[in-house]
Structures are given as structure tokens and as C-alpha cells.
């Protein structure tokens, strides 16, 4: 029973963690921002784009790169 325990722990803390990165994905069209991403939003679609890709492999609606973005600071998040 101990050996189990961890591998519980370790899922029930990943699983939420996960669906919290995948609500939050660039470019769907459904979701348009009045204003265009800038740095934060660049940044953080950074830290998300490997989870996006994954996403966008399946569900083409889904974009990895936001398109209504400032410009060199949301490029800038983004590559940081």
C-alpha cells in the first residue's frame, strides 16, 4: 500500500495542474481579445507552447502562436 500512495498523490496533483495549462492555450478563435497579447501573454504562451502543440495536433482550431499580438514584446515573452 505505501508503494501506491505516491503514485496517487502524484496524479491526483498532476491532473489539475494539467487541465489548468490546457484551459489556457493561444489562438482560439472562440476567446478574441479586444486588446492584442503583449509580453505577459507572450510569455506565457511560452511556457504553454509545448502543450499547445500537442493539442493542436488534434484540434486544428487550437493555435500554438497568438496572431493578434503587439508585436516584438509578445515575441519576446514568447521566445523567453
Do not use: R
Amino acid at each position: 500500500m505505501t508503494l501506491k500512495t505516491p503514485k496517487l498523490y502524484t496524479t491526483l496533483l498532476l491532473l489539475p495542474l494539467l487541465f489548468l495549462f490546457t484551459a489556457c492555450t493561444a489562438g482560439d478563435a472562440q476567446f478574441v481579445q479586444v486588446e492584442p497579447a503583449g509580453f505577459w501573454y507572450g510569455l506565457w504562451h511560452g511556457m504553454i507552447s509545448f502543450i499547445t502543440l500537442i493539442i493542436h495536433i488534434f484540434n486544428e482550431n487550437v493555435s500554438v502562436y497568438e496572431v493578434n499580438n503587439t508585436g516584438g514584446w509578445y515575441d519576446f515573452g514568447f521566445l523567453l
